[in-house]
């Protein structure tokens, strides 16, 4: 079996033509090799045992077997990274995405407030200059009230002037002539 924790058994920045040889490093603590890829898996097995590598691959029976489920394990592991990171990146880009939307809408409703509190505003200025406005009559009206008032006790006490001079100036007459008032008479009884 190939050990997973280990650097992969194929390299394949190392080659790009087949018929090129490759450059083996052999590493000496672990037990795997880099191996090039070739399109014929025959000779990467003829390769690894010309040379004694110990792949950690079975030879014996079925080597090339073996080596076709080892590349196709690197390439399964390369497709599962590069669809990782594809999720990872459209995960990202949504949760961009969605941190943009959730941004306008919060501009939208900050506008929209204070729009509103704008118009509050205006509307309560307009209701305080009505009370202002209001008040203001209401005082007019007091005022007015109060001087009607005034001249209606002013008629008042100046007709009450006129008929005490009237009761005087009778008074004098009734004294001058000696004559009783009768109707004051009438009220004592005689």
Known sequence: MVEEESSPLVSPQNYEHKNEEPNEKIEE????AIVPILDDKEKISSHVQEKG??????????????????LAKVESEKRLAL?????DNEK????????????????????????IEAELRQIQ????????????????????????????????????????????EIAAKFRA????????????GY
């Open 29 to 32: 603590n672990n037990t795997l």
């Open 53 to 70: 590598i110990d792949s950690g691959i079975q030879t014996s029976t079925g080597g090339s077997k073996d080596t076709d489920t080892a």
């Open 83 to 87: 669809i990782k990171a594809w999720e």
């Open 92 to 115: 990202t880009k949504t949760e961009n995405k969605a941190l943009k939307k959730l941004s306008a809408v919060g501009s939208w409703e900050n506008t929209k407030k204070a729009t």
């Open 125 to 168: 200025e307009e209701l305080e200059k009505k009370k202002a406005e209001y008040a203001e009559k209401m005082k007019n009206k007091m005022a007015e009230i109060h001087r009607e008032a005034e001249d209606k006790r002013a008629m008042i006490k100046a007709k009450e002037g006129e008929d005490i001079l009237k009761v005087e």
């Open 177 to 188: 002539t000696g004559n009783m008032p009768k109707k004051f008479l009438r009220c004592f």
